[in-house]
């Protein structure tokens, strides 16, 4: 299980880490409804890298593991704008629906480190 939440930690800090490389793709699958697009890609890049590495340590992964299932639930409207927004109709189906079911198993994954 260990292996596990290794990969988990570092899947988050590459994912927060490509917020401040690649912020153009997070600005796009905003949806248009929430504001500040610019800070919220900036700080949910912030979150993901700061709960990764609190996975790290025994003391912070608890509370990473709540925040990570949080910051989940909190851009799931991003991914549902993905799934059904018209800009992103050329993409495939499988891509942007696909989305949507596996946040539920990164929550059941983040779920496992809080205990």
Do not use: C, D
């Amino acid at each position: 299980m260990k292996i596990s939440m290794y990969v988990m930690a570092a899947l988050y800090m590459l994912a927060g880490i490509w917020h401040f490389v690649r912020p153009k793709f997070y600005l796009y699958i905003m949806p248009p409804y929430l504001p500040a697009h610019t800070a919220l890609v900036f700080w949910s890049g912030v979150a993901e890298l700061a709960l990764g590495i609190g996975l790290l340590f025994p003391a912070t992964r608890v509370w990473a593991a709540w925040g990570l299932i949080a910051l989940l639930i909190a851009v799931f409207p991003a991914n549902y704008y993905m799934a059904i927004g018209e800009k992103f109709q050329a993409m495939s189906p499988w891509i942007r629906w696909g989305r949507l079911p596996v946040q539920g198993l990164l929550i059941w994954w983040a779920y496992q480190y809080t205990k």
